[in-house]
C-alpha cells in the first residue's frame, strides 16, 4: 500500500490494512493483482486510495464496492497508452490523494470522537467518484493504438 502519512494505519511502517479493509481484499471485491506493477508508484497509489474510498463508503454507510475492469487496471492502461495520458493520469492521482488524505483522516477523528461522520463521509465519497469518473475518461477510445 502506498504510504500516506497523514493517515492512521497507512504510514510506512504500518502493521496492517486501514481500518475497515481486509487485508489482500475480500473475495470478489475486485481488488487488482498487479505483480511486478505493483513496483510502480501509481499502481500502489491508485490501490491505496481505493483501500482509502472503502472506509470512506463505509462510514458513508455504503455497501463496499465491487471494482470494474477498467477501474482495477486504470494504472497499467495509462501505462501503456504513456505520453499526455499518462502524465495527466499521473497527476489526477496525486491530486486525489491529496484530497483523500486529510479527508479521511478527519472522518477517522470525527467517527473516533463517537460523531456521526456519515453526511461528510458521503460528500467525501462522491467527490472521489466524480475525480475517478474523470480519471477514467483518459483511457483512450477503443481502436486507438496505445504506445507500442
Same mark, same amino acid.
Given at each position: 500500500?502506498?504510504? #500516506?502519512?497523514?493517515?492512521?494505519?497507512?504510514?510506512?511502517?504500518?502493521?496492517?490494512?486501514?481500518?475497515?479493509? =481486509?487485508?489482500?481484499?475480500?473475495?470478489?471485491?475486485?481488488?487488482?493483482? #498487479?505483480?511486478?506493477?505493483? $513496483?510502480?508508484?501509481?499502481?500502489?497509489?491508485?490501490?491505496?486510495?481505493?483501500?482509502?474510498?472503502? &472506509? =470512506?463508503?463505509?462510514?458513508?454507510?455504503?455497501?463496499?464496492? &465491487?471494482?470494474?475492469?477498467?477501474?482495477?487496471? #486504470?494504472?497499467?492502461?495509462?501505462?501503456?497508452?504513456?505520453?499526455?495520458?499518462?502524465?495527466?493520469?499521473?497527476?489526477? =492521482?496525486?491530486? $486525489?490523494?491529496?484530497?483523500?488524505?486529510?479527508? $479521511?483522516?478527519?472522518?477517522?477523528? &470525527?467517527?473516533?470522537?463517537? &460523531?456521526?461522520?456519515?453526511?461528510?463521509?458521503?460528500?467525501?465519497?462522491?467527490? #472521489?467518484?466524480?475525480?475517478? =469518473?474523470?480519471?477514467?475518461? $483518459?483511457?483512450?477510445?477503443?481502436?486507438?493504438?496505445?504506445?507500442?
Amino acid at each position: 500500500m502506498a504510504s #500516506f502519512p497523514n493517515l492512521p494505519g497507512t504510514s510506512g511502517n504500518h502493521s496492517g490494512p486501514p481500518p475497515g479493509i =481486509v487485508a489482500g481484499g475480500m473475495p470478489g471485491s475486485g481488488r487488482a493483482e #498487479f505483480g511486478h506493477a505493483a $513496483l510502480s508508484a501509481m499502481s500502489m497509489k491508485w490501490s491505496a486510495l481505493h483501500d482509502a474510498a472503502g &472506509v =470512506v463508503s463505509t462510514l458513508a454507510g455504503l455497501s463496499p464496492e &465491487v471494482r470494474k475492469a477498467e477501474v482495477r487496471n #486504470f494504472p497499467a492502461i495509462m501505462r501503456d497508452s504513456g505520453g499526455w495520458r499518462y502524465d495527466l493520469a499521473r497527476q489526477g =492521482v496525486d491530486d $486525489l490523494a491529496a484530497i483523500m488524505e486529510p479527508g $479521511l483522516s478527519a472522518l477517522l477523528a &470525527v467517527h473516533a470522537r463517537g &460523531v456521526s461522520a456519515t453526511a461528510a463521509a458521503m460528500a467525501l465519497w462522491q467527490e #472521489f467518484q466524480a475525480a475517478r =469518473v474523470a480519471l477514467l475518461g $483518459l483511457i483512450p477510445p477503443l481502436g486507438l493504438k496505445r504506445r507500442a
